[in-house]
Structure formats: C-alpha cells, structure tokens
C-alpha cells in the first residue's frame, strides 16, 4: 500500500504570504495537491503542515485527509519528511511505500502520482523520482525500505539526499511539468489562474 505525504510546512519566504493558499484554477494549491493525491491510486493521503498553519488550516476544512502539524518546520524540509513518515507507519502500519509531494508543483497531477506507483510495482527499482529540466526529484516514492534513512534526514536536507546517494536504485518518470513550481510572485503570475 502506497500513501501519499504532501508537504506543505514551508514559510513561502520568498513570496512573503504562504503559497499554499495560492488559488490556481479555483483551488488553492495545497486543496489542488490533495485533490490530486486523492483522485489518484493511493488510498492514504497525509498533510504536513508548519508555518502559517493557522492561517492555512481553515482552507482545509472539508478535505477527507489527516492534517498533521510540524512543530520543527523552521529546522526544514527534513523534519516535514520525518513527520510525515513516522505518522504513516503509526496511522497505516500496512504502508509499502510513500510518496513525497510538494504543494507548490500545480501539475503533480493523478497522473503523474498514479505512473510512479506502476512504475514501482513494474520494477525491480526501490525508488521512483520525476525527471524534468536535466534533473530527478519529487514527487519521488521511496520503498519502506527506505524509511529509516528518511527518518534520519536532518536541516534542509530533503529527499533528493536519497536519490543521489542511491541512484543505482533510482527509476525515473518523466515529469514534462515538473519544473514549474511557485517560489515567488513571478512564478505565480507566470502560471496564471
């Protein structure tokens, strides 16, 4: 069984309001992000959320998924990784396999989540990364056998750590989009919405 953990911690610094509440096609992407996580194969979905979680809570009150708080957001993506794994193996002991996504990447689509987990079932391969613009990255699905390295990760250290250090167990989808994420009002103007 395959759960999905969507990021959503990040202080959105360099736009300077939380671009999970950015709305891009009549949802907020964090909304967009979970809708896509749960229209997709995964039955379990999880939310990790940090700074501006009050004011990003409030837009989730409808949504179906389990929304967990990171009190260490500040230390970085790491202790986001760390929550979110340890709450799966806690919530759903029977996990296989987890899959990392970012709330700020609006065409992480069913998709592109659904090929990640065919990929996996269809390879001898424990991890399964996106590749787009001459890179590999999330959202990337980690065998459970890769658990307690994620648990380990510490500062800013995400999970791209993992894909290079163990790139011989790395197969990639390709993500054509994958290169379009939401860092600064350029980016959100650029997407349009």
Not at 106 to 117: E, G, M, R, S, Y
Not at 147 to 155: K, N
């Amino acid at each position: 069984m395959t759960g999905v953990i969507i990021l959503a911690a990040g202080s959105s610094s360099r736009l300077g309001k939380p671009k999970q509440n950015l709305v891009f096609q009549g949802q907020t992407l964090l909304q967009k992000a979970i809708q896509n996580a749960l229209n997709s194969v995964c039955e379990n979905v999880i939310v990790v959320l940090g700074a501006n979680a009050e004011m990003i809570q409030p837009t989730l009150t409808n949504q179906p998924v389990p929304v967990i708080y990171n009190p260490d957001w500040q230390e970085g993506m790491a202790s986001s990784i760390r929550h979110g794994i340890a709450e799966l193996q806690q919530s759903i002991p029977t996990t296989t396999a987890a899959i990392l996504m970012l709330c700020d990447q609006p065409f992480a689509d069913a998709a592109i989540i659904n090929q990640l987990v065919q990929k996996k079932s269809a390879s001898p391969k424990s991890i399964i990364a996106s590749a787009y613009d001459g890179t590999i990255g999330v959202p990337a699905l980690f065998d459970q056998s890769f658990f307690s390295e994620l648990l380990q990760l510490t500062g800013n250290e995400g999970a791209k750590k993992l894909l290079l250090k163990y790139a011989d167990e790395v197969v990639t989808i390709p993500f054509l989009l994958g290169d379009i994420d939401i860092d600064t009002v350029d980016d959100y103007e650029r997407l349009g919405h």
